[in-house]
């Protein structure tokens, strides 16, 4: 089912909350624009705050295609925008010649086209689809280096991809694009030129309680609250990686599989290696905010 | 949408001259920008003063150090012009030419705190609302020290220029996932490979790539407290010289405090590039919390420019007023997260150096290779010193020979 582009920033806030994600008005606002003008998303944020569920929502709330780039390093356009199938090329040449066949120049307009050519993300992202124009989610870009950026500055300002060989490929209707970043290092002004960005914060204590209502029904309402104000807690803290909403999503669902009912200092002692991630962070909890973290807890209810 | 795009010919001068406002402030603003928040401006209702801000923010703005500054002019210009917080929007009003001339002014004085360091400290304040607060703060902070530098002469500029050329890390360069063509390189090229067959008709060529090197990304964290201060105007022009020779180099300086100073760096000019680096930093000639200045890296930067496998230069004589506390979980954090460590100390030159400093104490097991430089007087002596370094990631090994 294909749902029609929010007409308002109302609109947007409806649509995401109906697939489940709990957006604050900055964010709305940024997703709306770029429906409504067109233009991709750079969202940039700390790990876990989820940049990424936004594309995910959007394309099943919409109901669009998901096409996922997951960026890593060396990534080329062989394995994000197409590739020559090989094998087959050279298996038509072979033909051609034990078919006598010597005219080359034919052979190779012949083995050039569609049929010997693998789609990969980026290129099928600008294929027509039935649901309407695919939601394109190119995740993680900072793992990419600098050359993929340049790949990418055709695809994301013309919505086109230009194959040496066949001619350019260009979208009917311009996809949805989702570009992500954990600012691992600083992405080329560029290609940020051609989007809108967003920087994607931790969300404010009625904001997470809200999300965790959604995403952790089962959890009792005192525990979700209790979770939270720990959570925001040691986000004030001086740590290393101070704990995102997944890890606060974690944190309640590991609290309901020990069957504890509220968050107190053994539980939370037994669960911390779910929120943080770093033995430095673990012991600087243990030894200077753990009495503040549970006071914060308490103080919730 | 209740303002077509046709009838706000005055909106779309506001949001020109907000721009121009912007853009004087430092922020990098072109006409394809101006043009996306004009279209956003006409796709919302021009009625929540917190839609239009993130609006203008969505198009305007695109690295997070930037939105203080952007919030500030944006108070600036849509509030303090316009009238009272709580009244709505009135962008009929075109706003006059005599106020922007008097309010580019005051934003061009903040644009020095354009560079990151001096915006990076939020994030985590100021949830309840998230509309920047037009904070000041940062713009009256005190210098503890400022520094003049010498002009640098055209001779020292060529010599360094000469001197670079011979600069050389122990890893110099590392091979990148990319490929280029090449006759005997150890991967086929199919693509190539399958081109050459049509073209010469049934031979089959194997056409071969390899691996294109490059540089990896080099961080240098250079100390510049009193006991470096001899050294100080030497170890900038390399850190210049550095900066605008390769990619990917990001510098930091520290004494009691860290400052990043890639941005200013970057100008090609060395003495305007000091003179920027010198207004930029606040703690010149003082003590050195070593310790602490790593843990601020760690925390704030580390994530941010050691992706990729970064080589870190630490350029520091290891005399710590904190005596060595807290170093060495911070020394040990930073070796760990980068390619390789490089610990460049110009103390030794001291006739009898002794590893008796808590601070050397807990520097020296974890760096990867160790250089002593007796006279650091030229660049050219210090590259040579740098460019000798050789040998695999080997703590003990490189360690001893340094001691000796």
């Known amino acids: 089912m294909k749902t029609d582009l929010p007409e308002s920033i109302e609109d947007t806030e409806t649509l995401l909350h109906s697939g489940g994600y709990v957006p604050d008005r900055p964010l709305a606002i940024a997703v709306f624009l770029s429906l409504k003008l067109g233009r991709p998303l750079f969202l940039e944020g700390e790990a876990g705050v989820g940049k990424t569920e936004i594309a995910k929502v959007l394309s099943a709330s919409l109901g669009r295609k998901l096409i996922r780039l997951q960026c890593y390093e060396g990534l080329d356009v062989a394995s994000a925008v197409y590739e020559w199938n090989y094998p087959r090329q050279m298996m038509a040449i072979r033909l051609a010649e034990s078919g006598g066949e010597s005219n080359m120049s034919e052979v190779s307009e012949n083995i050039y086209g569609a049929e010997y050519l693998i789609e990969r993300p980026l290129l099928s992202a600008l294929r027509p689809d039935n649901g309407g124009p695919p939601v394109l989610l190119i995740d993680e870009l900072d793992r990419t280096d600098e050359p993929f950026e340049a790949f990418l500055l055709e695809v994301l300002s013309e919505y086109q991809v230009t194959i040496p060989e066949l001619g350019t490929v260009a979208a009917s209707e311009s996809p949805i694009v989702i570009i992500t970043s954990n600012r691992t290092r600083e992405i080329h002004d560029a290609l940020k030129r051609r989007c809108l960005y967003h920087w994607v914060d931790y969300p404010d204590a009625d904001r997470e309680y809200e999300i965790l209502r959604n995403k952790v029904p089962e959890a009792a309402d005192s525990l979700s609250l209790q979770v939270v104000a720990a959570a925001q807690h040691l986000r004030g803290a001086d740590l290393f990686k101070p704990p995102g909403v997944a890890e606060t999503i974690d944190w309640v669902r590991a609290l309901i599989a020990l069957d504890r009912g509220y968050l107190d200092r053994d539980g939370l002692e037994e669960t911390l290696g779910v929120v943080l991630k770093y033995r430095d962070d673990i012991n600087h909890v243990r030894e200077n905010t753990i009495d503040g973290t549970i006071a914060a807890a308490s103080a919730a209810l | ?404």
């Not at chain 2, 962008?91 to 004085?109: G, K």
């Not at chain 2, 390619?339 to 990867?368: C, H, M, Q, T």
């Open chain 2, 1 to 404: 949408m209740t303002k077509s795009i046709t009838s706000s010919g005055a909106l779309a001068r506001n949001v020109m001259s907000f721009a121009r406002l912007l853009r004087s402030s430092g922020l990098p603003i072109g006409p394809a920008k101006i043009l996306v928040a004009i279209q956003a401006m006409a796709s919302i209702d021009l009625v929540r003063r917190d839609d239009v801000y993130w609006a203008l923010h969505s198009a305007f703005v695109d690295r997070h150090s930037q939105s203080e500054l952007f919030g500030i002019v944006f108070h600036q210009f849509w509030i303090v012009r316009i009238g009272e917080q709580d009244k709505p929007f009135m962008f009929d009003d075109v706003i006059d030419e005599a106020f922007i001339e008097c309010a580019e002014s005051l934003p061009r004085r903040l644009a020095g705190a354009m560079a990151e360091n001096g915006l990076a400290k939020k994030t985590n304040k100021g949830r309840e609302s998230r509309e920047q607060p037009p904070s000041v703060t940062w713009s009256g902070s005190e210098r503890l020290r400022s520094k003049d530098f010498e002009t640098m002469s055209t001779e020292e500029n060529i010599m360094a220029r000469r001197a670079m050329l011979d600069f050389q890390l122990p890893i110099s360069r590392v091979p990148t996932r990319r490929f280029q063509p090449h006759a005997s390189g150890r991967r086929i090229d199919m693509r190539s490979t399958l081109r050459k067959m049509i073209r010469t008709g049934a031979s089959f060529d194997l056409m071969r790539k390899k691996a294109v090197y490059r540089h990896p990304p080099l961080v240098v964290l250079c100390d510049i407290s009193g006991s470096m201060e001899p050294y100080a105007r030497m170890l900038l022009h390399f850190l210049h010289t550095i900066t605008n020779d390769r990619d990917r180099v990001h510098t930091f300086l520290f004494g009691t405090r860290l400052t990043n100073v890639t941005h200013q760096l970057i100008h090609s000019d060395p003495d305007v590039a000091l003179r920027k680096v010198s207004a930029a930093v606040e703690d010149w000639s003082g003590g050195t919390r070593i310790g602490q200045s790593l843990a601020s890296f760690n925390r704030k930067w580390s994530r941010r420019v050691l992706g990729q496998g970064a080589v870190v230069l630490l350029i520091t004589d290891g005399l710590d007023r904190d005596g060595g506390a807290g170093l060495t979980e911070e020394i040990e954090r930073l070796q760990k997260s980068c390619r390789r460590l490089i610990w460049l100390n110009p103390l030794l030159r001291f006739d009898g150096f002794e590893p008796k400093s808590a601070g050397i104490k807990a520097i020296l097991p974890y760096v990867d290779d160790f250089r002593s430089v007796h006279n650091l007087d030229s660049l050219s002596e210090f590259v040579e010193a740098l460019s000798s370094l050789g040998g695999a990631r080997n703590r003990t090994g490189t360690n001893s020979a340094g001691m000796e």
